[in-house]
């Protein structure tokens, strides 16, 4: 059994969530819309199905007893009609699956059927389609309850699939899932040159995105077709090591890929927030904003639930969004070991004491120079009363939809025709604009206020050094001196230590460890970086801990 595992979703993305289905044959009880979620159908049996009475006991097959009310309740698509004596169906059930103007790619289609009693479909045929045209057309005969369909189609928006016979007589067809593309795991028998990167930043000067690059040469003559943002999954010895999506991948021979991989900070690097003046807002409603249509699952500890947030956010990608949140709340933010963005304070409990035999020889101190002073700038909006033209439409200018943005933060945004501003914010308006059309605001008066700590021991010779954090925007009267000090007493630890550890389960970025140096006697830190390869039967990393 190889240590590492990577579960690779040669998935086409977005395509489990654009594509609609129709059926002929449905129970009337099925909602398609099911086949979209994951799928947890449950085990149930009904009084009609041969294989339900007689061949399968309910007791042996663990089924529950069909309930009356079927609200809310899973159950993919069923056929109405039953299987006749030999397994084939009188009049096949058939699935239409359509994606309105958006075409996709995939390696094939991962049936998913009755896991429970084994019942599936044993010959169906799909067809794939571009628009009205058929791409590609094929029978297939599925021999166990999961079944990957192997046909690789490009350009399609329409998926024809219809159930001619069953494995089972006097059967309802069951179709629990259906993904675009095939679920791979793959180990270490394929995977080399694998590099993981985990940082944290303790005070959130930034927000760093974790990295995963790995070399797959392949066992087979399967073709891989790795598409951006596809999911990777990546175990050592059954414990997640991060959740990562494909960000570049590079074929280098017949059976080699080259792939770069990121985590969620990373995707939520590529999308757009609006940003806005916040004034005692809620910090959960506004992260919930930052998350909002992402798709990145995330989670917030208890400790932020009463927190707000007071400023100002410019347009800028959700992570530096969510970098300007952290900071002002005293949040770290991470995504290592998780299948999720854990929103979360450092913990102050020590997790691992890292002992003699599990540090290798090398270790070293990094001596940073010695900050001599801190500087926090603090800012404030204030409402203005003059009146601004913020957009003026001429011929050029016109149409639905156009998004306007501006440079400075705007309130009151007023127009002509009111109906007209289909959204707004302080950051920008989305109009429906004909000739003519004048969109207008007030401004905002900006002003700044600089908080200074400095280092009462400071000797005459050390040279002067000042840390300063000046575009922290949600940093406001309120809250700049609990944000400063935090700050300044972070900097002011100059020291930090590399060393090259065994890294134990559970153990990652962000935890308070015990380091038991060389010639410094033990150290307590947080380990803010790990580089390390999966390659063998134990994880060496490279750690930096402060």
């Not at 129709?22 to 159908?41: H, S």
């Not at 309740?73 to 699956?97: C, E, I, M, Q, V």
């Not at 993904?179 to 993981?196: H, N, P, Q, W």
């Not at 917030?300 to 300007?324: K, N, S």
Request: charged letters at 25%.
């Amino acid at each position: 059994m190889s240590n590492l595992e990577i579960t690779y979703k040669d998935l086409a993305v977005g395509a489990k969530e654009s594509f609609e289905g129709a059926a002929t044959d449905k129970q009337p009880f099925v909602n398609l819309a099911d086949l979209k979620a994951a799928p947890n159908v449950l085990n149930y049996g009904t009084v009609g199905e041969l294989n339900n009475m007689l061949l399968m006991p309910r007791s042996a097959a663990g089924q529950k007893v069909m309930p009356e009310d079927k609200t809310g309740l899973n159950f993919g698509f069923w056929s109405a009609s039953l299987s006749g004596d030999d397994g084939y169906f009188t009049t096949p059930p058939a699935l239409t699956l359509t994606s309105d103007n958006l075409y996709y790619q995939s390696a094939g289609i991962t049936l998913t059927f009755d896991k429970y009693t084994g019942a599936r479909a044993s010959e169906l045929n799909i067809k794939w389609y571009k628009d009205s045209a058929v791409l590609s057309e094929k029978t297939f005969y599925p021999d166990m309850p999961q079944y990957f369909c192997n046909n690789r189609v490009y350009g399609y928006n329409r998926i024809e699939i219809t159930f001619l016979k069953l494995n089972m007589p006097r059967t309802y067809l069951k179709l629990f899932d259906i993904e675009f593309g095939v679920i791979r795991v793959l180990g270490s028998d394929e995977v080399t040159g694998t590099k993981a990167i985990d940082e944290i930043s303790s005070v959130m000067d930034e927000l760093p995105i974790n990295v995963f690059d790995f070399t797959l040469v392949g066992k087979d003559n399967v073709e891989y077709v790795f598409q951006k943002k596809q999911a990777l999954e990546v175990r050592f010895k059954a414990e997640l090591k991060g959740v990562y999506f494909v960000d570049t991948a590079k074929r280098t021979a017949r059976n080699k890929y080259e792939i770069q991989a990121v985590d969620y900070i990373g995707l939520l690097d590529k999308t757009t927030f609006y940003g806005d003046i916040y004034d005692g807002d809620a910090a959960s409603e506004l992260i919930a904003k930052i998350f909002e249509g992402t798709n990145v699952p995330y989670e917030l500890a208890a400790d932020f639930a009463g927190e707000t947030v007071t400023g100002y956010l410019p347009i800028m990608t959700c992570r530096e969004a969510l970098q300007q949140v952290a900071v002002a709340l005293g949040a770290v933010v991470d995504t290592s070991g998780s299948d999720k963005v854990r929103i979360f304070k450092l913990p102050d409990t020590v997790v691992h004491s890292f002992g003699r035999n599990e540090i290798f020889q090398g270790q070293n101190v990094v001596e940073d120079d010695k900050m001599t002073e801190f500087k926090l700038t603090e800012h404030s909006y204030t409402k203005m009363d003059d009146i601004i033209t913020v957009y003026e439409a001429d011929n050029n200018g016109t149409g639905q939809g156009i998004l306007v943005s501006f440079n400075e933060p705007i309130h009151n945004l007023t127009a002509d025709d009111e109906a007209n501003i289909l959204q707004k914010s302080a950051n920008h308006a989305i109009i429906n604009a004909r000739e003519g059309f004048v969109l207008q605001g007030k401004q905002y008066k900006h002003t700044t206020k600089t908080i200074t700590i400095k280092d009462e021991n400071v000797l005459a010779t050390d040279l002067k050094n000042v840390v300063e954090i000046s575009g922290a925007t949600l940093v406001n009267k309120n809250n700049s001196g609990e944000v400063a000090q935090r700050c300044y007493n972070y900097y002011k630890k100059n020291l930090s230590f590399n060393a090259d550890i065994v890294l134990p389960q559970g153990v990652k970025v962000g935890d308070t460890v015990n380091l038991e140096t060389a010639y410094m006697g033990v150290i307590t830190g947080v380990i803010e970086s790990l580089r390390y390869n999966l390659g063998g039967n134990k994880i060496k990393a490279e750690a930096m801990i402060r």
